[in-house]
């Protein structure tokens, strides 16, 4: 999972939050492979990069690093890095970091809809909580962005897109249940079936 070389000179901390990651089960319609990992963040760290798309033949769950046989339309993308600092930082409050993004389109209609934002920010916490996900210091932002289309393009019409960036720090090395986390927040944005219970689901992107 890490491009780290020499595994001699990995923390073993770092070595079993890898080996946890290995062994998350996400949802067959999210394609999670490793990206390069920001390399000043932290001394060690690892980047994983997320596609959701329509939901395609198969069911149940899938373990990273499957491949996704499906060609359907992309519905969501997101990246989910770990750092880690022996060391430790007063920022993080802890020796391990989760940075994590998201991206969907939704419906135009939705960009005047003023709790996008919370109700984005409620799906990550909600997300953790029902994963047993334990973490301090979490903060983030939602962002909505207007596209709009014009001269050749002008057809396309205009489009809203939800961006939420958010980063939490992990009781310890244990974070598959982080990633799990995350990966099925990332579904829900794509407005994929089914959702914990009592939330509503984000309008799909139109095709």
């Known amino acids: 999972m890490s491009a780290i070389g020499d595994l001699s000179q990995v923390p073993p901390d770092f070595l079993t939050a890898l080996g946890d990651l290995r062994r998350a089960e996400c949802r067959p319609e999210l394609l999670l492979e ?3 990992a920001p390399t000043r963040l932290a001394p060690f760290a690892v980047s994983l ?11 149940g769950r899938r373990r990273l690093g499957l491949p996704d046989p499906g060609s359907e339309p992309e519905l969501a993308t997101g990246r989910f890095i770990l750092l880690h600092d ?3 930082s007063p920022v993080w409050n802890g020796t391990f970091r989760v940075v994590t993004y998201i991206r969907a389109e939704l419906e135009p209609d939705m960009g005047n809809d003023e709790l996008l934002g919370p109700v984005a920010w409620t799906w990550l916490v909600e997300a953790l909580e029902q994963h047993g996900a334990a973490y301090t210091s979490a903060g983030g932002t939602a962002t909505r962005i207007l596209s ?9 019409g205009g489009a809203i897109d939800i961006e939420l960036r958010a980063s939490w720090t992990p009781s310890g090395p244990a974070v598959r249940a982080h ?8 579904c829900s944005f794509a407005g994929l079936p089914p959702l914990p219970e009592g939330v509503t689901p984000l309008p799909r992107r139109r095709p």
Not at 49 to 59: D, I, K, N
């Open 34 to 36: 490793e990206i390069p």
């Open 86 to 88: 022996p060391q430790g």
């Open 49 to 59: 990069g997320a596609e959701v798309r329509a939901p395609g033949a198969g069911g």
């Open 148 to 156: 709009e289309s014009f001269g050749t393009l002008s057809g396309r």
């Open 179 to 186: 990633l799990e986390a995350w990966s099925d927040m990332v």
